[in-house]
Each structure stands twice: as C-alpha cells, then as structure tokens.
C-alpha cells in the first residue's frame, strides 16, 4: 500500500500497526537491528509492557492511548542524541495544539506535561558504533482517551479526555504527531532549523525552562535542587544553586513542592 506520507520520512510506508504489542520501543529496536530503514514506524492500540524511562512501565490500556515508536538512523554523535527527545517533544506540543488548540507543556528532557501531570512521555533509545548513533527509536506514548488511571498514577497523570471532556480522534492525532515529527527532524537534519532555534522554541513552550524551583534527578550524580536557567547551546538544561550554575546531562526534573 502506498505511503499517505509522500515526501516525509514515513514514505518508505513501513508502518506496521499491531493490536498488542510488548513494547513498540521493543519492537523498533529489534527491527531496526535487522536493517528496517529510517522512517519505519511501529503503532500498537495496546501495549503490555510499555517501557518508561529509568525502571518504569508506560501504563498503555487498549485503545485510548497513542504508542508508537520512530526508527530513525541520523548522522549523529551519540552525545547528541538528547537533540531527538526535544525536538520529539516540540512535534507531540504542535500536533496536540492543531488537533484540540490544547497548548500542553514540555517539562525537560521529554515529559508531556498538562496542569503539573503527565499528558506524555518519549523515550528514546540507541545503538551506538564508535560514539556514533547507529540508530535511534524516539517511542512516544500519549494519553489521550483515557477516563481514569490505575490509582497509583491518579495524581500524576492526566489525558486529554480528562482535561477537556470529550474523547479525540486517535487517528487525526497520529497523523498530525507524524507530520509535525517529520517537519521537525528533517529541518533540524538539514540545519534550517538551527539548535538555537528549537532552545528558544522548546523554552517557549515550558514552563518548567527558567526560573522554576526543582529538584534534579541527574542519572549518575547526586540529587540537588535549584531555579532552573534555560537550556544551554547542546539542549542541556542549566539549574542555579548555591553553589553556582550546574548542567543536567540526564535524569529530570520535579518541581518542589
Ligand atoms: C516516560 O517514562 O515518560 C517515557 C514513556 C514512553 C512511552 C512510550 S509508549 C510508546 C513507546 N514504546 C515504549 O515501550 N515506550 C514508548
């Protein structure tokens, strides 16, 4: 069947849908391992051990939820690789506001945010040759059509359905995530969208970017808390302290309560 995505990345029209899926980011990674080309695009209506990032599960009941996963295979270093979450989250803010006019937050590096709970979350994952990125899956799980969570999640996560009360067409979301995605990363591969540029659009669209009281999480570091100061050049986030301006390079950030 011909791709509906002429001239984008999708237009190889390797998408493949399942009803249940483990994971998409599983399945991505194992396709991409056996040479599926960039643009290769993994849908589930339901997955049953959605990945989150660090040891968590992405809650992901059949049908009321987007997962999906790119598989792309950009010339990057692999130290770069942050680039693909932000601009994955730029595309997810820009297909949530053309769809329902909603603006959702972006909380650095790749949390979906909607009144302080999660609407969504990326996760992107790697192979890596010689600190080069092999390839990359960027997997994005949204809420969309969900009326309630487990009760466990009931104060951190939200859905688009609980926001605005009334349920969104899945389908029309996809399509639009898959355009704003593709617009986004082949600008940023070409370099007409410029690092600078998607710094100041991704600090436009979180309130989280500057001057927010958090606490860090840095994978590898220790814990500590300070008043966030934007990204810097490489999309890192800058967090004032005490003790001076400190760079997180991973992990995330919670808002203190
Ligand atoms: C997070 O913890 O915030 C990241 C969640 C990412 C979930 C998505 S759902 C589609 C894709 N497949 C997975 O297994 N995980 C990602």
């Given at each position: ?37 960039e ?15 660090g ?14 996963s ?35 937050d ?26 080069q ?18 009760d ?20 029309e979301?996809?399509?639009a ?33 500057r ?47």
């Open positions: 069947m011909p791709s509906p995505f002429t001239g984008t990345i999708f237009a190889t029209g390797d998408i493949r849908r399942f009803p249940v899926l483990d994971s998409t980011n599983r399945a991505a990674m194992e396709a991409a391992a056996q040479g599926a080309p643009g290769t695009l993994i849908v589930a209506d339901e997955q049953t051990a959605g990945r989150g990032r040891d968590h599960r992405w809650h992901s009941p059949a049908g009321e939820g987007l997962y999906l790119i598989l792309l295979r950009p010339p990057l270093a692999a130290n770069d690789a942050l680039w693909l979450s932000l601009i994955a989250g730029l595309a997810v803010h820009a297909a949530v506001r053309a769809l329902t006019t909603i603006a959702c972006l909380r650095w590096p790749n949390d979906i945010m909607l009144r302080e709970k999660k609407l969504g979350g990326i996760l992107t994952e790697l192979a890596t040759e010689k600190d990125v092999a390839h990359a899956v960027v997997g994005i799980g949204l809420n969309v059509n969900q009326s309630r969570f487990p466990e999640l009931t104060a951190l996560a939200t859905s688009l359905r609980i926001e605005t009360d009334r349920a969104w067409p899945r389908e979301l996809l399509t995530l898959l355009e704003s995605f593709d617009a986004e990363y082949r600008g940023w591969l070409s370099g007409r969208r410029t690092r600078a540029a998607i710094v100041r659009d991704f600090e436009s669209v979180s309130t989280y970017a001057n927010v009281r958090v606490e860090v999480d840095d994978h590898g570091a220790a814990q500590f808390t300070g008043t966030t100061e934007g990204l810097d050049e490489r999309g890192f986030l800058r967090v004032r302290t005490r003790d001076g301006v400190r760079t997180v390079f991973s992990g995330g950030v919670r808002k203190c309560s």
